[in-house]
């Protein structure tokens, strides 16, 4: 399937800005921990571990759709992250608006369905990538 110039040049704008603004969260998570999440995880009566895949989900995934490689199941661990945060975090908040009539969680929505777009199209042509269906 061929897909124009602008549309790979669109791909390519969403995992930037998808991948690299989520990634900050990650980079922010490794200098300062994840203490608060690993306390969170053993409340709920999981094992504390479950707390590192916030790295995956914040840090490599995103590092790899930004690159564009492995970019559907990249997008998959995202949107899976995103999800987990939804509930963990602001599960009151899913059903509710705040105080300027936006979705309370709608940066968490953002990024995704941001990702769950990714999973659908791919990466895109610019990519490190694009040859296979996991790209």
């Not at 306390?39 to 009566?45: K, L």
């Not at 509930?87 to 940066?107: C, K, P």
Request: charged share 10%; aromatic share 12%; proline share 2%.
């Amino acid at each position: 399937m061929v897909i124009n110039k602008e549309v790979n040049i669109g791909l390519l704008i969403l995992r930037i800005g998808v991948g690299g603004l989520m990634l900050l969260h990650g980079i922010y998570k490794l200098f300062n921990g994840i203490g608060a999440i690993e306390q969170q995880i053993i409340d709920m009566g999981m094992p504390a571990f479950f707390a590192y895949g916030v790295y995956i989900g914040e840090v490599l995934a995103p590092i790899l759709i930004i690159i564009g490689l492995a970019a559907r199941p990249a997008a998959l661990v995202l949107a899976t992250n995103c999800i987990v945060a939804m509930l963990m975090v602001h599960s009151a908040d899913i059903f509710s608006l705040n105080a300027q009539g936006g979705w309370s969680v709608e940066l968490l929505g953002l990024y995704l369905f941001g990702s769950i777009t990714l999973i659908f199209t791919g990466a895109g042509r610019y990519a490190v990538s694009h040859k296979y269906w996991w790209d």
